[in-house]
């Protein structure tokens, strides 16, 4: 599977971005999908998982109550909509797929990824 991120750019802090992840060459409702993202100078983090029929849900601590996770598998896309952004919340953002259906927070158990879209919140 191929997936693509946008969405990402300057925003201002306490607003808001949705960022996309659209997903080709095979249907996304057989992966556990995740978000991950890496501030400069810093390695890559976990943000958010979700379950292959969207079901389940689980956040990091940092953007907990903040960002949603959501995915439609009719459209082939995952999206993350960031809310209350903070300076600290800029980074790059990367969607990943995971065939085994683990539901892991570890970016090993992610097999495809996207090429990232930066998010930087500033004012």
């Known amino acids: 599977v191929q997936l693509q991120a946008s969405g990402g750019g300057l925003v201002q802090p306490g607003g808001s971005l949705r960022l996309s992840c659209a997903a080709s060459g095979r249907t996304i409702s057989n992966y556990v999908m995740g978000w991950f993202r890496q501030a400069p100078g810093k390695e890559r983090e976990f943000v958010s998982v979700i379950s292959r029929s969207g079901g389940s849900t689980y956040y990091a601590e940092s953007v907990r109550g903040r960002f949603t996770i959501s995915r439609d598998n009719a459209k082939n896309t995952l999206y993350l909509q960031m809310n209350s952004l903070k300076p600290e919340d800029t980074a790059v953002y990367y969607c990943?797929?995971?065939?085994?259906?683990?539901?892991?927070?570890?970016?090993?158990?992610?097999?495809?990824w996207g090429q990232g879209t930066l998010v930087t919140v500033s004012s």
């Open positions: 990943a797929a995971d065939p085994s259906g683990i539901y892991s927070i570890y970016e090993t158990n992610y097999d495809y």
